[in-house]
């Protein structure tokens, strides 16, 4: 349902005359597919096991990265340009969910290294 929803979101942008949004929709998007696939993956691998440890790894680094990225681009622009009101945005539409991503990414590699070893 979430990849249906990120993909319903890209067609929908897509299909606007002007491409100049994308910095607003495609972090949200590539959010949502990152989560429906995590949820593909925790349903598909069952319970125990090593694969239940990736899984786990995967979500708790995109929690983690994506929640620093969220406080740092909220926090971040406030402290730097305190007379705009725009700023917590950066870290709403484009650091905390490009952050999970991101965190998702790096616990899955890293717990398939850590696994293979």
């Known amino acids: 349902m979430l990849v249906g929803l990120a993909g319903w979101i890209a067609l929908r942008n897509m299909s606007l005359p002007s491409h100049d ?35 786990g790894a995967s979500w708790r680094f995109g929690w983690a990265v994506g929640g620093v990225g969220l406080a740092l681009g909220m926090v971040g622009p406030l402290l730097l340009t305190p007379n705009t009101n725009l700023g917590p945005l950066l870290g709403i539409l484009l650091m905390g969910p490009l952050g999970f991503v991101l965190g998702a990414i790096i ?7 850590a696994a293979s070893v």
């Open 21 to 55: 949004g994308l910095i607003f929709w495609v972090p949200i998007a590539t959010w949502l597919v990152t989560m429906g696939l995590l949820c593909w993956w925790s349903a598909a691998a069952g319970h125990g096991g090593e694969g239940e440890a990736r899984i």
């Open 107 to 113: 616990g899955a590699v890293r717990s398939n290294r």
